[in-house]
């Protein structure tokens, strides 16, 4: 059965840390992996990973996918309260479409 | 910007009423999607839609759901007799099309059925 995990479940800092999320997979036929992040509805998109190896970085926030180990990990530098939100991880596989994982609850103290 | 957009906010029914969730997905896009998401617990993918017709869907999506492109506008998701366990936010995505796989989500229809 696919399945997406993540790690940690939930996670409180300060401003200013960084932190690091994790996605682990495994699916029958891997395409990409993605990240969102939801806020109080619905999920915006932040990165899409088909390649391992090469990161991909928008401000504070870099991703970077694993193939052969499976996973990915989101970073965030120099967190933000605006940075609070459930950060989702999702694997598009050729049979199922998209598999989300239960996401990583941030949570960004001032 | 566009986006996309989904009515109801809040659909409050009946077990055993029939609901239909709409959904108007960025104009252009080719590639639509349903997905619910139970009250804290993971987002699940439901249905895609490509070509008028449905490319994918999960085993969630049994004879009780269907989908609708009705006029090149908006994309529906008709629930026949509803469950309790139907309540769930409901998002509708869309995308672009073939090797855009950025995927753009409405802001969720919350159904609840009683």
């Known amino acids: 059965e696919d399945k997406v995990v993540q790690s940690p479940l939930s996670l409180v800092v300060h401003e200013g840390d960084t932190v690091t999320l994790n996605c682990s997979y495994e699916?029958?036929?891997?395409?990409?992996l993605l990240w969102y992040k939801q806020e109080k509805k619905a999920p915006t998109f932040l990165f899409m990973l088909t390649s391992s190896g090469i990161e991909k970085k928008s401000g504070r926030l870099s991703s970077i996918l694993d193939k052969k180990e499976l996973f990915s990990i989101l970073n965030i530098t120099a967190t933000q309260t605006g940075d609070s939100a459930i950060y989702l991880c999702a694997v598009d596989d050729y049979g199922q479409n998209f598999v989300f994982g239960p996401g990583t609850r941030l949570s960004v103290l001032p | 910007e566009p986006e996309v957009t989904q009515t109801p906010s809040h659909q409050v029914t009946q077990m055993g009423q029939e609901v239909i969730l709409r959904c108007v997905p960025i104009s252009n896009h080719l590639y639509f999607y349903w997905y619910r998401q139970i009250l804290g617990q993971k987002v699940e993918f439901l249905v895609s839609f490509y070509n008028n017709e449905i490319s994918e869907k999960s085993e969630i999506f049994d004879d009780q759901f269907s989908v609708e492109r009705p006029d090149g506008s908006n994309f529906t998701l008709k629930i026949r007799s509803t469950k309790l366990e139907d309540s769930a936010m409901y998002f509708c995505?869309?995308?672009?099309?073939?090797?855009?796989?950025?995927?753009?989500f409405g802001p969720g229809t919350r159904l609840t059925v009683t």
């Open positions: 995505a869309s995308r672009a099309g073939t090797g855009i796989y950025e995927q753009y």
């Open positions: 699916v029958t036929n891997f395409r990409s």
